[in-house]
Nanobody, 126 residues
Framework: QVQLVESGGGLVQTGGSLRLSCAAS????????MGWFRQAPGKEREFVAA????????DYTDSVKGRCTISRDNAKNTVYLQMNSLKPEDTAVYYC???????????????????WGQGTQVTVSS
């Protein structure tokens, strides 16, 4: 049974940092590219970052470039999202997802992902 479980969300002040984790089980983790998405109330799910099977390539949406870093540890079946210099507009539920696709034209779109976690709330106070 495939399961993705996010953790690390919480309440942080503007300018603070959080490190989100996504632990995967029930799949061959290294065979999947991994992505992070976020969704704020009343808005569509938004791409944040993606990383290929072994971490050789990463991709970020413009709004987080320079502030966020995606990484993975295949030995631990875990993908991470380090978020620094957080802003109120970063407030959202953050979701981890797994896909067999790798090209950014696919990994930037939610439809490309087969498996999803249940999300972790990130709130940035102003």
């Amino acid at each position: 049974q495939v399961q993705l479980v996010e953790s690390g969300g919480g309440l942080v002040q503007t300018g603070g940092s959080l490190r989100l984790s996504c632990a995967a089980s029930g799949l061959t983790f290294s065979s999947y590219a991994m992505g992070w998405f976020r969704q704020a109330p009343g808005k569509e799910r938004e791409f944040v970052a993606a990383i290929t099977w072994t971490g050789g390539n990463t991709d970020y949406t413009d709004s987080v470039k320079g502030r966020c870093t995606i990484s993975r540890d295949n030995a631990k079946n875990t993908v991470y999202l380090q978020m620094n210099s957080l802003k109120p507009e970063d407030t959202a539920v953050y979701y981890c997802a797994a896909t067999t696709r790798a090209a950014s034209v696919y990994t930037r779109r939610p439809i490309a992902y087969r498996y999803w976690g249940q999300g972790t709330q990130v709130t940035v106070s102003s």
